[in-house]
């Protein structure tokens, strides 16, 4: 036939092939897209989709999502609250926006934001390890307050010496004796954002800016047993799963993993 039409067989190989593989490649986008929660656009999509041993453009990856209808949760817009009550501390900024740390539970990172539980508000504290981003501690409760931050503390797994500084925002509830007891217990130094500076803490935002589109938003929580067992199921996926571009589009886990390595 080729001879008949004289195209040569190449081409014809090459558009079999294409054909064939345009269904192949729109399967594993929608596989992508809602084993990560619906949550990847094209950036991430074509790196799951590199893993797979698949070289697809991201112009043809947002095709193939628009074709099926894929939105990704960040399409929609997120209100951000603005903190009232400030700790009007005078400990300095000892971070300095130095958010890129060479060591495991060097420096930690901490913020709460709010999330609606059934008709009522309530709160979830995470604390966030600069080196590798994952999410190393956090609590919920009906309360924004010092005990939230307490319980994420007690939810550290490890050696708590490890850390060498704690940094927050100034909200009023980093600001309690039982904290800064736990502080100088395990010798962990203390820095706080300048005052209405979230950029001084613009991991911790970030992070929950991600938590709220890829989780918060797309939940209805009856209880707080239930937000507790959905939130430890998010972390989960969070730091084992979830590719980050800081990271090199490998997840926290995966990061610490292969920085052990290099180390050995």
């Known amino acids: 036939m080729c001879a008949v039409l004289q195209i040569a067989k190449s081409t014809y190989y ?30 991430n999509i074509k790196v799951k989709l590199h893993e797979r041993g698949l070289t697809v453009s991201r112009r043809r990856i947002g095709r193939i999502m628009n074709e099926q209808g894929l939105v990704s949760t960040y399409t929609v817009a997120q ?21 890129n740390q060479r060591e ?14 059934k008709s009522r508000w309530h709160y979830i504290c995470i604390f966030v390890d600069l080196f590798n981003r994952e999410i190393i501690g956090s609590s919920v409760g009906a309360s924004k307050d010092a005990a939230l931050v307490a319980r994420a503390f ?13 940094h927050t925002d ?24 300048m005052k209405g500076c979230p950029y001084d803490n613009a991991v911790a935002e970030a992070t929950f800016k991600i938590m709220k589109t890829e989780f918060i938003h797309q939940m209805s ?8 067992v959905e939130l430890n199921d998010y972390i989960n996926w969070y730091n084992r799963h979830r590719i980050h571009g800081t990271l090199g589009y490998v997840s926290p886990i995966e990061y610490r993993n292969l920085a052990l390595k290099k180390v050995v």
């Open 221 to 228: 929580f009856r209880s707080l047993p239930h937000l507790k």
């Open 104 to 117: 495991a539970k060097r420096v930690i990172v901490s913020d709460l934001t709010y999330v609606k539980v």
């Open 154 to 166: 007690a939810s550290v797994q490890g050696d708590l010496r490890q850390i060498q500084l704690f």
């Open 170 to 193: 100034r909200g009023s509830e980093f600001k309690n004796k039982e904290i800064e007891e736990t502080l100088h217990a395990f010798n962990i130094g203390r820095s706080l954002s």
């Open 79 to 99: 209100y951000k609250p603005h903190k009232m009550s400030y700790n009007e501390s005078k400990q300095a900024n000892e971070l300095g926006r130095e958010f």
């Open 14 to 43: 090459y558009e079999a092939k294409e054909r064939k593989s345009e269904d192949d490649v729109t399967n594993d986008i929608v596989d992508i897209f809602e084993k990560n929660r619906k949550s990847y656009g094209t950036r």
